[in-house]
């Protein structure tokens, strides 16, 4: 624990019924990018992911595989795990709803909730999808051509009717209004506030909490048979990870968080539902939810019958891994749906990183390395062209701190990459080859504010690409204690003499394997 100030960040925790895809990947790369600017500019980030076990969901399809639904989420959570660190994210903790810990707190929360007369008994007959382990009300679903009814995002529901413990959510229409009124920030992005206000504002009907016909979840307090709806324990996740209930605990003052990243099917639970629990448990609400979009392949939704379902582990093998975290955080805006394919992936990499980024690293830097003995040369006087480079860099900061700040990382990524276009650009236009044999001095302005621009753009690529952005700053020698962003700006720039090694490619261009 220091002093800093404290940043907490979530994804959502996934269904370990199958194995991570792609939009897992996509949810776990984005919140990490995030996690990891926050850590760079001076915050102390506590990042939380991890698997959601319980649900009918989970103990149906362990029914099919002939397992327990423990055995089925030992076993796909450890793949969720080994997701998230093939995926270089630097999680702080991965938490399973299984595990002691969350029982004690969602028993807690549940307990604090009925203290405060929001829980009651009654019974319960609706439709309920187990696909989204959703509850419907009949006009939200629709009966299709092939006879069968399906819940607003396309799932099949059936008919649920059993004795069941209610949340009293309909006491909270108003005040989850004004919230969302006094905060406006609660909810992003913009399209899914309104949504959000507009589901509130047709009214609230209670919210079946319980369930009796199955007992794989977390026993209702004083009540054994029940056992709590997975969503009023998936959504405690990010409170027990704080360490909650024990609010003498160190993480507690993580809390409340100050982003829970999660897609857009499930805006319903975090910006309803959950700042609903929480009002009526007594417990501080969350700074802000962000729902990203969903991923389609080449414009079409992943399924497993199509057998377009692409594997996160293969996609990093081929691609690599900062170039995989490049593409989908640079090709996406974040909060809207993106397509991937093949020649989409391989153009970032070879348009972005390989010639814009990488090609300018290592002609600036071989050049340095020939004609500079090696070492940072020192610049002269310097010229209109070269302020202009150098004041379009140290730029770059305000603009990615308040687009990371509001979750567009797409736009701190146009804002870097708008630098490097300009960087390739003064390059070109100074032609330090040609200045080698008509004025050196000149060169070696010129190959210096280059590599001090390069300096900037690498530091601030970290989040996104940090192994890549590691490499181009071990060839600036910039040292492994100057790489955050209070060095960033004229306060931080390379000091000349330095020597540099022989500069190693950052970003290899992707060549297609022989067929
Ligand atoms: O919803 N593109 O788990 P989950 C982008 N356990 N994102 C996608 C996606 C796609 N094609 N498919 C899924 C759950 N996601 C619950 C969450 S949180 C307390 C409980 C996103 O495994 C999805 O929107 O179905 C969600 O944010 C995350 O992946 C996990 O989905």
Redesign the pocket.
Known sequence: MTDKPRYYIT????????VP????A??AIATDAMARFQRLDGKDVFFLTG??EHGQKMLQTARKEGITAQELADRNSARFRAMVEALGCTNNDFIRTSEERHHKSSQEIWKRMAANGDIYKDSYSGWYSVR??AFYQEGETEVRADGVRYGPQGTPVEWVEEESYFFRLSAYQDKLLAHYEANPDFIGPSERRNEIVSFVSRGLKDLSVSRTTFDWGIPVPGDERHVMY??VD??T??ITGAGFPDESDARWSYWPADA???????IR??AVY?PAFLMSAGIPLPKRVY??????NRGE??SKSVGNVIDPFSLIEHYGLDQTRYFFLREVPFGQ?GNYSHEAIVNRINADLANDLGNLASRSLSMISKNCDGKLPQPGALQPADEAILAQADAMLETCRAAFGKQEIHAGLACIWACVAEANRYFAAQEPWALKKTDPERMNTVLYVTAEVIRQIAILAQPVTPTAAAKLLDNLSVPAGARSFATLGAGGRLAAGVEIPKPEPAFPRYVEPEQ
Do not use: C
Not at 291 to 296: D, I, M, P, V
């Open positions: 994804t959502a925790i996934s269904y370990p019924n199958g895809h792609i939009g897992h996509y949810e698997t959601d989204d382990e997975v969503w998936a959504l996740n990010y829970h990243i999660i897609g857009k099917d499930i639970f975090h959950w729902a990203h979009g969903f991923l389609f939704k992943m749906d």
